[in-house]
């Protein structure tokens, strides 16, 4: 129960418009920024369908969770990749399983990747949101870049 001189938290609202330009695709809109769409139900090849949309919210959610907790961890690197798969289910249509992969470029310890790990899947929106109801499997691990002074001879 909260107090009376305590502010209630004010939640965070996104909003997204989207429309159908023809039966080959769509376009989404928020803020200044516009992406297009595959609905076309024979497919494109020039945009993203709607699981494929999934998965990349599923890893900007990761990197910008990454970008949100090195600076309060000091933990350093000079990079991020993921990789991510996804496994549809026809009946009822839904994706069954998600697999991931995030690679790190960086010098830190195997204990601080756990630790960077462990916050990704603690605080993402998007993570903790597709959790629930798939099977969401994944690891961290370092990488190297071709430019890292380890790699240098």
């Known amino acids: 129960m909260e107090d009376a001189t305590s502010k209630p938290t ?27 769409l595959d609905t076309d139900l024979a497919g494109r090849t020039d945009a993203f369908n709607p699981a494929e949309l999934l998965l990349a919210a599923l890893a900007a959610c990761m990197i910008k969770g990454i970008e949100r907790i090195t600076p309060i961890l000091k933990f350093d690197l000079r990079g991020v ?11 009822p249509p839904k994706m069954e399983s998600i697999s991931y992969e995030i690679l790190v470029d960086t010098d830190e310890s195997a204990q601080r990747l756990k630790l ?19 099977m969401l499997s994944g690891d961290l691990r370092r990488t190297e870049s071709p430019a890292s002074p380890s790699r240098q001879t």
């Open 10 to 36: 004010q939640k965070m609202t996104f909003s997204v418009r989207a429309k159908r330009v023809d039966a080959h695709g769509s376009e989404a809109q928020c803020k200044s920024a516009q992406i297009t």
């Open 81 to 91: 990749e993921i990789r991510i798969h996804g496994v549809r289910q026809d009946v």
């Open 116 to 134: 960077l790990h462990d916050n990704v899947k603690k605080y993402g929106t998007v993570f903790n949101t597709v959790a629930p109801g798939t």
